[in-house]
């Protein structure tokens, strides 16, 4: 059994290594002086960090530091997510809640929540710029939250059904039967014992929308998202190790943000 | 009594005690206040700022290739009651959300505008507001489509540009333009480019000895009608009406002689963005593609020689354009027309330049001064540079001596004009001299030899049966072997 | 009664009240406006509103669809096999054999930053791997396993080691979460009673962590069907059906893109209701 054990745990290893692979690749590609965005590497650089723009560049060979729409995309990103994130984890748990007790017409409820991840994104975005033109509606941030939230909370829905405590009612309607008061029940029974799922889902909500693409170009006005501003950047100028360099920027931030959150989880009781 | 207070201290306790320090619960509670002081500090230094008020607000749809921000700014700086309020999309979809909500967006650009107009949601402009817009200064083709391409082609051309017979009123004001026709690498294709001069044929691209190295754009519009044209250069097939136009019959014609192409394999690759397709250029995975004219720019760029063929049968012009949407708002009409018109000015035709599309309305004095008479000439005429090509190789790549002693052949294919022609962009004196024998010499030609050349254009139509054509492009490529 | 009761009472209907709003503002309202517009009459450029069933039919009947609508689920199918066989090891090991809270956040942790690099360029990194002149290449005609480069690139493999790249946390995150609900009593108490190994693997940890495995293959599978635009570049032009829903939306073809998406929409929704069924997480919620 030790073996086999040890098998699993090289297993894991290698896996991520393979998850890892790209990312290091971009990572290293960041350096490279000549503008391929391919192995070899030819010489080492960090112009595409931080080189002085002399003026006229096309955006692809501006350096990270100095584009400042790269910054403005970056900032649009962080807001959009964080803003679906959170509306993500509340409406996820409200609906997981609600969908447990017997309610009339469950089945279809749930199904209903459902279609906004199964109707194809193209559909999604262009139905949506039908309904804001017919009734005369400006989209702004809010247009893109909504529309990342209503793809994202099926996501999340599923994740909290998979998961859901079997007892959690038990303890409800026995601290009911105490005569605590809904609120007190949600806050100190339901909450604790949901707490993962709720983190789960926001966390999904998080990273789902961060690279949504597609619904979010539909409804977006100005810069948009990070993804949106390199996917349009791209369909019109050439890959160079710039974007390599933001990659790495972005991947180096988040691992700092998830270390400190890891960080902070891991100094709990649960061994979760 | 004694209950209920022990249940109040078990709530007031925290729930964790099991290791020194501070529990997670505070960690929580310090990080929720550190956000929540940040927050609060964003908030007030927004409120505290003066909010600008700009008299008038032009909304923009389109995506920074034709509109960059650079652009904005300069335009902002030289109006200031005008803000401009840019919406960047997917070059592919820009034209979906602009059809889709017309009231949306006033000013917008675009590459396919036939749905527009057929639509009729573009406001004209008069083209006396468009003073760049003249005889002799704009490229030939817009004043006088009827000179260069059979009737029913220039018919069509004329449809999407001019609101009237008399070309007296605008549908939009065009921005860029250029010639097209495919990017090769000449380390694997033993061909070269040499200015008015013919190189290859449209049917390299299935030539069996680059099976799996050709990339075709992923539309099916763009391939019919190249593939219709060297049928109809060759003729093999005749077509009743212009080969960007096709019947149903001509579609399904035309889609059988592809289906034998695309079932051997030959080609396996469809690209839509153009950052995809110099990436597989450049790492030399795809040798031939039917791709824009930069591509062969940037791969030379991540020093890889490639050229863009001169081909038999002739390049397609294209143009893209900025136009007003009737729905958009009217008090902005006269700023809208300004920055439309604006896109013809020096500050962003600089940009242009910089991928070598040319200006629509290229014959103005402060062009031609600002390029000097090499890089125009060079840029427009076909003529040669000043110094000879192995020279320009010293001056281009500094650190790489393995490409100074290189064949010409593949010298030629790694000039970059961002270098050599620097004083457009920032304002040194350009060189004098004469054209030398061994200059390099810019692909495709001058624009004579084009016009000579050109038998078809592609950009900003699309056919009247698009639902043929892209029902048959779907069939080709179900149709490759997995 | 006061309000806090009341609320109490409704709390069931009220709870979903938002987010039935939002689902109706932003999917039902929209497709109640795209579904009528699949039955126009498209004669281009413009939308003929009268009836025909011709999008769906011509669609349905056209020589090309069962080749598309093969690839497209086949694909997903087989990426969500894929993702399962490499993720369930994993999310397995995760939970059952690495001890320290600590190194399993930070291992989930892990998995997370790679995801948010944008798409467009980790996927053009694999060029440095899969390319003929990629590492993998490399490593296989130094080694001299193989005389001359594989086209790996632009083939389904490439496209099955992107998605796997790409949507194996998705399989991870849900088969991990269920598998941290197994009591471990169970599995100690079927080890005493002297079950075999597999058979407590099987009877308890894979059967209690089916909901999980059922989530991720949801997950996994709508994902891939999202993701159009890998297949088209680095499959060899293999055609799915996101795309051609995209290609013919892009090119104002509207009606045939919403009868496709209308046929693409009852599809995934009979998969998922087939896959919720059997995986039995229903089951679970609706325990009363």
């Known amino acids: ?272 | 009594m004694e209950e209920s207070k022990e249940g109040e201290k078990y709530e007031k306790e925290p729930l964790i005690k099991d290791k020194k320090g501070l529990t997670r619960r505070q960690y929580l509670a310090i990080a929720g206040g550190a956000i929540a002081a940040a927050a609060a500090g964003v908030a007030a230094y927004y409120l505290t700022q003066p909010a600008p008020k700009p008299k008038k607000t032009i909304r923009y749809l389109g995506h920074p290739f034709w509109l960059p921000e650079d652009g904005i700014a300069e335009f902002e700086r030289t109006r200031p009651n005008v803000k401009v309020e840019a919406t960047y999309v997917d070059f592919y979809l820009v034209g979906e959300r602009q059809l889709a909500d017309p009231s949306s967006w006033d000013i917008g650009g675009s590459g396919r505008s036939r749905p527009l107009v057929t639509h009729k949601l573009l406001k004209e402009i008069p083209r006396e507001m468009a003073p760049r817009w003249q005889e002799g200064r704009a490229i030939d083709y817009f004043l006088h489509a009827d000179k260069y391409f059979p009737y029913e082609m220039a018919k069509r051309f004329d449809e999407l540009l001019w609101a009237d017979k008399e070309r007296t009123k605008l549908l939009g004001v065009p921005n860029m333009c250029g010639w097209e026709s495919q990017n090769y690498l000449p380390e694997y294709l033993p061909y070269e480019e040499k200015g008015d001069q013919v190189s290859m044929s449209f049917e390299e691209l299935w030539n069996p000895d680059w099976k799996g190295h050709v990339a075709l754009i992923d539309e099916g519009f763009d391939n019919f009608s190249r593939f219709a044209n060297y049928l109809d250069y060759h003729q093999q097939m005749t077509f009743s009406g212009p080969i960007s136009n096709l019947t149903p019959e001509e579609v399904k014609a035309v889609a059988e002689f592809m289906r034998p192409i695309f079932e051997s394999g030959q080609i396996k690759s469809f690209w839509s963005k153009y950052g995809d397709i110099v990436a597989m250029m450049s790492s030399k995975e795809i040798w031939l593609s039917v791709s824009w004219v930069p591509v062969s720019l940037d791969c030379r760029k991540a020093g890889v020689p490639a050229y863009h063929a001169t081909i038999v049968e002739g390049p397609c012009f294209w143009y893209n354009l900025s136009m007003l949407s009737k729905q958009g708002n009217p008090d902005v009409y006269n700023e809208a027309v300004d920055l439309a018109h604006f896109h013809l000015e020096l500050t962003i035709q600089k940009l242009y330049a910089k991928q070598l599309y040319t200006s629509c309305a290229p014959y103005w004095d402060d062009l031609k001064e600002a390029m000097g008479k090499e890089f125009f000439d060079w840029f427009h005429d076909g003529k040669a540079t000043y110094k000879p090509i192995d020279e320009i190789m010293k001056e281009i790549w500094p650190d790489k001596p393995e490409f100074w002693n290189l064949p010409e052949r593949l010298q030629n294919g790694l000039f970059l004009p961002e270098i050599y022609f620097k004083h457009f962009w920032t304002g040194e004196p350009p060189r004098t001299g004469t054209p030398h024998p061994r200059g390099n010499k810019r692909d495709l030609g001058s624009i004579a030899f084009k016009h000579q050349i050109t038998r078809w254009f592609l950009s900003p139509d699309l056919p009247d049966y698009n639902d043929e054509y892209v029902s048959k492009w779907e069939e080709l490529k179900a149709s490759i072997p997995v | 009664m006061n309000l806090q009761e009341i609320l109490a009472k409704h709390s069931k209907y009220l709870l979903l009240v938002p987010g039935l709003i939002i689902s109706l503002f932003v999917v039902i309202i929209p497709l109640a406006i795209l579904i009528p517009i699949s039955f126009y009459k498209y004669r281009f450029p413009y939308l003929i509103p009268e009836f025909t069933l011709d999008n769906y039919v011509k669609y349905l009947l056209s020589e090309r669809t069962g080749t598309i609508l093969l690839n497209t689920f086949g694909l997903s199918t087989l990426t969500c096999l894929v993702c399962f066989a490499v993720g369930y090891p994993f999310a397995y090991t995760l939970a059952f054999k690495i001890k320290s809270p600590k190194v399993r956040t930070y291992i989930t942790s892990l998995l997370m930053v790679p995801f948010l690099i944008d798409w467009s360029i980790r996927t053009v990194a694999w060029i440095s791997i899969l390319g003929e002149r990629g590492l993998v290449n490399y490593f296989l005609i130094t080694t001299g396993l193989s005389s001359t480069p594989q086209k790996l690139l632009f083939s389904p493999i490439a496209l099955i080691i992107i998605w796997l790249q790409t949507y194996t946390l998705f399989m991870i995150f849900p088969i991990y979460l269920a598998m941290q609900r197994i009591y471990p009593d169970y599995i100690w108490s079927a080890q005493l009673l002297r079950a075999p190994p597999h058979r407590v693997h099987y009877e308890i940890i894979f059967k209690l962590s089916r909901p999980g495995i059922v989530t991720g293959f949801i997950f996994v599978f709508v994902s891939t069907l999202g993701d159009f635009v890998t297949p088209s570049l680095w499959a060899g032009g293999i055609q799915t059906l996101g795309l051609s829903i995209a290609s013919y939306a892009g090119n104002y073809l509207w009606p045939q893109a919403a009868a496709m998406s209308s046929i693409m929409l009852i599809i995934t929704l009979a998969a998922l209701i087939v896959l919720i069924k059997v995986g039995g997480i229903k089951k679970l919620v609706y325990e009363r």
């Not at chain 1, 955006?59 to 530091?65: C, D, E, K, R, V």
């Not at chain 1, 984890?89 to 209903?112: I, K, M, Q, S």
């Not at chain 1, 105490?178 to 999904?204: D, G, Y």
């Not at chain 1, 390599?244 to 270390?259: D, P």
Request: proline share 4%.
């Open chain 1, 1 to 272: 059994m030790k073996i086999l054990d040890n098998l699993l745990k090289i297993f894991v290893i290698v896996f991520i290594a393979f998850i890892y692979l790209p990312a290091f690749l971009v990572i290293l590609l960041s350096f490279e002086k000549s503008s391929s965005i391919a192995l070899p590497i030819t010489g080492f650089t960090l112009d595409w960090y931080i080189k002085k723009p002399v003026g006229y560049e096309t955006p692809a060979f501006i350096s990270l530091y100095y584009d400042h729409r790269f910054w403005d995309a970056l900032r649009n990103s962080v807001y959009v997510s964080f803003a679906t994130a959170l509306l993500t984890g509340l409406l996820v748990t409200a609906c997981a809640l609600a969908l447990r007790h017997r309610v009339r017409g469950r089945d279809v409820l749930f199904y209903v929540l459902l279609l906004g991840f199964i109707v194809p994104g193209v559909m999604m975005g262009l139905g949506n710029t039908f309904l804001y033109s017919m009734l005369g509606l400006e989209k702004s941030f809010w247009s893109v939250v909504l529309i990342n939230v209503a793809y994202i909370v099926p996501f999340g829905l599923i994740l909290m059904m998979a998961r859901f405590d079997p007892d959690l009612m038990e303890y409800e309607q026995a601290a009911g039967a105490l005569k605590a008061s809904p609120l007190n029940v949600f806050r100190t029974i339901t909450l604790p014992l949901i707490r993962w799922e709720v983190i789960s889902a926001t966390i999904f909500g998080f990273l789902l929308s961060w690279g949504e693409l597609i619904r979010t170009q539909f409804m977006l006005k100005g810069t948009g998202t990070l993804s949106v501003f390199i996917y349009t950047q791209l369909s019109v100028y050439p890959l160079t190790p710039k974007w390599y360099a933001a990659g790495t920027l972005i991947s180096v931030i988040a691992f700092i943000g998830l270390a400190i959150f890891a960080f902070i989880l891991s100094r709990g009781p649960r061994s979760q």
